[in-house]
């Protein structure tokens, strides 16, 4: 079966640094997406990876093994507004796009 | 670009009765959209992926008569949920497949819906 998994909830501080891990089973790879959902909102498009390595974007960059099934997306610089569910979702050989269920991350002052 | 726009934002409705959602992409054309239900505290659930001028293809355990969609143009696509109950109320949300070259979904902002 196809499988995604994040971490259900992290907590981190105001200016501090986090890494939200994702690792994934899928029928096929193409790409890996990371989405920003604010609670009440639909989600918005952070990144895009679909070779290894790091791809970085102002305070955000995500990271990409495909040997190890492995994804990270870094958050620099945290800010309270940055306090959302963070998706990682993986596009298959029929492009079809799996999810995972979501990490909360929490910031606090 | 690919801007994304759902319509109604939130809607209560009685037992019974049948709710329309609209989809539409409004700076680009989208063969294909995806609909999806999103409960509290819970991740996105695929519904259904909706091509332009054919049938919409549902997930499993998505009831093709209850949940009707209808994609007539390029630009526009509808959920409708029929005979709504209580246990319909959710959050659905529409996305639309952008023309980048690695097919990025752009989401609509979502409908909320009750039944009472």
């Known amino acids: 079966g196809q499988n995604i998994d994040q971490p259900t909830e992290m907590t981190a501080t105001e200016g501090a640094i986090v890494q939200i891990n994702c690792t994934y089973q899928?029928?096929?790879?193409?790409?890996l997406f990371w989405y920003q959902q604010h609670a009440g909102e639909a989600p918005t498009f952070l990144s895009y990876n679909v070779l290894d390595g790091l791809e970085e974007k102002g305070r955000f960059s995500s990271f990409l093994s495909r040997s190890k099934g492995y994804s990270y997306l870094l958050l620099k610089e945290l800010q309270m507004k940055d306090s959302a569910s963070y998706l990682c979702a993986v596009l298959d050989s029929n492009y079809q796009l799996i999810w995972g269920a979501g990490t909360k991350l929490i910031i606090k002052p | 670009g690919a801007v994304v726009s759902q319509h109604p934002s939130w809607v209560i409705c009685k037992s019974g009765t049948s709710v329309k959602i609209e989809c539409r992409s409004l700076?680009?054309?989208?063969?294909?959209m995806f609909w999806y239900r999103q409960f509290p505290k819970q991740s996105l659930m695929l519904m259904a992926t909706s091509n332009e001028g054919s049938k919409a293809t549902y997930e499993q355990g998505v009831e093709k008569d209850k949940f009707l969609i209808n994609h007539a143009s390029l630009t526009l696509s509808t959920l409708t949920v029929t005979s709504a109950h209580p246990e319909d109320s959710s959050f659905y949300i529409c996305?639309?497949?952008?023309?980048?070259?690695?097919?990025?979904?752009?989401f609509g902002p979502g409908t909320r819906l009750t039944v009472l």
């Open positions: 700076d680009f054309q989208a063969t294909t």
């Open positions: 899928t029928s096929g790879f193409n790409g």
């Open positions: 996305s639309a497949a952008g023309t980048s070259s690695y097919n990025e979904q752009f």
